[in-house]
């Protein structure tokens, strides 16, 4: 009677398809993951620039109150949140931005920002929210920081 079963070999050669094939699986599913969180970064500040852009409409519209010196943008992504009495209805019925402010899939934290009257190539934080970026120091899959997207 002979004896059925794998041979050393046979075992060796398919151990090896295994592992080539891992380690081609195991860049694209990476890759797959990082274009998740780039969408998901997209998505995100789409969203807060939407809500931004939204109360500075609003602003200009008279149904917010603001001061003869200010921008017109929000004094911070917490009042987009919390919002604003609508001062064109009589009951001054609360008008938000935002159910909540989505988080940075990049980097985790919160978003850095930058008020009105601060340069593009140099964004400070200031008085008002102009715009968001993320605080993340990586490239993104285009070759461009993720903080200047």
Do not use: C, H
Not at 11 to 24: E, G, H, Q, R, T
Not at 60 to 80: F, R
């Amino acid at each position: 009677m002979k004896a059925r079963g794998f041979t050393l070999v046979e075992l060796l050669i398919v151990v090896a398809i295994m592992a080539l094939l891992a380690s081609i699986a195991a860049p694209l599913a990476e890759l797959s993951y990082q274009r998740g969180k780039e969408q998901e970064l997209r998505t995100a500040l789409r969203e807060i620039r939407e809500a931004i852009d939204t109360y500075k409409r609003a602003a200009d519209d008279g149904k917010i109150e603001k001061s003869a010196d200010s921008s017109g943008y929000p004094p911070s992504l917490k009042t987009l949140v919390e919002g604003v009495p609508d001062k064109s209805t009589p009951e001054k019925s609360t008008l938000y931005f935002l159910r909540r402010i989505p988080r940075d899939p990049i980097s985790g934290e919160d978003w850095g920002v930058r008020a009105y009257a601060s340069p593009a190539n140099d964004p400070q934080p200031g008085k008002d929210v102009y715009d968001v970026y993320s605080k993340s120091e990586e490239i993104g899959l285009n070759k461009v920081p993720y903080k200047e997207w």
